[in-house]
């Protein structure tokens, strides 16, 4: 069983940055890829990116590949998000994930955090 646990979430202006931290329980956290979803009003959950377990293989949304970087600390069992740059577009409840695939599908996700919000004015 793995917890995850989100922080670093917050009220920015556009062009801000905000550095999101998941942080997962138990040992066999640092063997999952950990992805980052997140969903807006009204919208549907959506893939923003996913770093394997070793931090290999790395990928990103196209709204968001040049403006955030993914990161993690196998040794903390910690996976950061760093998000530069950000617009209104980009508010959202942000999630973290833990799975066996660095997939982009949701799905593919056993373990989820409780979220943390993002909010970006103009």
């Known amino acids: 069983q793995v917890q995850l646990v989100e922080s670093g979430g917050g009220l920015v202006q556009a062009g801000g940055s905000l550095r999101l931290s998941c942080v997962g329980s138990g040992s066999t956290f640092r063997s999952y890829a950990v992805a980052w979803f997140r969903q807006a009003p009204g919208k549907e959950r959506e893939f923003v990116a996913v770093i394997s377990w070793r931090g290999i293989s790395i990928s990103f949304t196209e709204a968001v590949k040049d403006r955030f970087t993914i990161s993690r600390d196998n040794a903390k069992n910690t996976v950061d998000l760093q998000m530069n740059n950000l617009n209104p577009e980009d508010t959202a409840i942000y999630y973290c994930?833990?799975?066996?695939?660095?997939?982009?599908?949701?799905?593919?996700?056993?373990?989820w955090g409780q979220g943390t919000q993002v909010t970006v004015s103009s």
């Open positions: 994930a833990a799975g066996g695939l660095p997939t982009q599908n949701g799905y593919d996700y056993k373990y």
